[in-house]
């Protein structure tokens, strides 16, 4: 079963980036789509940004131009580049397959304020 650890959250201010890191237990070329996930208190689940194991990216409109989803598959690690930052940006993130599987990181936090 992959396990799933994800970094790079932080404070920072509007207009701001961030870089956040999903290292796999596994080999993610085994899984056909890989995503980031957000989800703010009392808020449902979002997923901002998917990337296929052949390198196809598609993203939420909210996100859409600011963030990008990127994966090294040597390292076993998905990537999001997140910038131009908005408060409404707010959230925990989180990586996981698409569909979603059963395990979760922990994820990290991701807070945009000045």
């Known amino acids: 079963q992959v396990q799933l650890v994800e970094s790079g959250g932080g404070l920072v201010q509007p207009g701001g980036s961030l870089r956040l890191s999903c290292a796999a237990s596994?080999?993610?070329?085994?899984?056909?789509?890989m995503g980031w996930y957000r989800q703010a208190p009392g808020n449902q689940r979002e997923l901002v940004a998917t990337?296929?194991?052949?390198?196809?990216?598609n993203y939420a409109d909210s996100v859409k131009g600011r963030f990008t989803i990127s994966a090294d598959n040597a390292k076993n690690t998905v990537y999001l580049q997140m910038n131009g930052l908005k408060p409404e940006d707010t959230a925990g993130y989180y990586c996981?397959?698409?569909?979603?599987?059963?395990?979760w990181g922990k994820g990290t936090l991701v807070t945009v304020s000045s």
């Open positions: 596994g080999n993610i070329l085994s899984f056909r789509r």
């Open positions: 996981n397959t698409v569909p979603w599987g059963a395990v």
């Open positions: 990337i296929t194991s052949d390198g196809s990216t």
